[in-house]
């Protein structure tokens, strides 16, 4: 049963390089030198023993009341429980090999972007008005629309927003959209955090872009959806003269 107190529940590390680190001890307590007797003196076995790394003692030998160190680094490779079993083969007669289990949990960000209370896929190139994406009409002389687009954070760790600006624009007419936000660049775990787009057609017809959302979620980097709007111009009656 791995357990914090004695360093063999590593606890939570981030999949994206984050890593957790515990030092364990071997003890001669008895009245000869004690030999560890493995190749490698620590050995690796279990379900995810490669994320795993075994920095082994200095010295296979360990003399009367004297003691030696290793050092075991856990990088999860995946979320979730990732566990091994740590082995130490030696020459203790009713103790060979000493085993004993160890364990940590792989944790990542996972973002989700909604508008209007409704998901917006990574990569949606199609605009709607049910999700905000789609703006719908506005007049050229100076009329706006508006849509505010939440990101939430679905995984286990906080979820860093790397661009600048934290929402980016391109595509055919970005100069039409203003965004404004988000405000922070850490969304946590199980929170969320606004941004607000406004757009505003500097000429009629479809007027389109996309928003991109540069983050540290592995899968999802940058999250990206195409937004549009429609730029419309009323028509001024001209007075007709009938002689």
């Not at 687009?149 to 100069?175: M, V």
Request: proline share 6%.
């Amino acid at each position: 049963e791995p357990a914090t107190a004695d360093g063999t529940d590593f606890g939570s590390a981030d999949i994206d390089g984050v890593t957790a680190t515990s030092t364990y001890t071997i003890y001669n307590t008895g009245n000869a030198a004690l030999s560890l007797t493995g190749n490698p003196i620590v050995g690796k076995t279990g379900d995810h023993s490669a994320d795993f790394t075994v920095t082994p003692p200095s010295t296979s030998t360990v003399g009367v009341g004297d003691s030696v160190t290793f050092i075991v680094v856990f990088n999860p490779s995946a979320t979730g429980t990732r566990s091994a079993i740590l082995s130490v083969p030696n020459d203790d007669t009713n103790e060979n090999p000493y085993n004993f289990s160890i364990q940590g949990t792989g944790t990542d960000a996972e973002i989700r972007i909604e508008g209007k209370s409704t998901e917006i896929s990574d990569g949606d190139d199609e605009p709607a008005t049910a999700d905000g994406t789609d703006f719908g009409s506005v007049d050229i002389d100076g009329i706006t629309a508006t849509s505010t687009f939440t990101i939430y954070n679905s995984g286990s760790t906080a979820l860093t927003l790397t661009g600048s600006p934290r929402g980016g624009k391109s595509g055919d007419h970005p100069s039409d959209f203003a965004v404004t936000g988000p405000v922070a660049s850490t969304v946590n775990a199980g929170g969320n955090i606004t941004f607000v787009v406004v757009f505003n057609a500097s000429d009629t017809g479809t007027r389109s872009a996309i928003l991109s959302v540069p983050n540290d979620d592995p899968d999802e980097n940058p999250y990206n959806f195409s937004i549009q709007g429609k730029g419309t111009a009323v028509l001024t009656a001209t007075g007709i003269t009938v002689t």
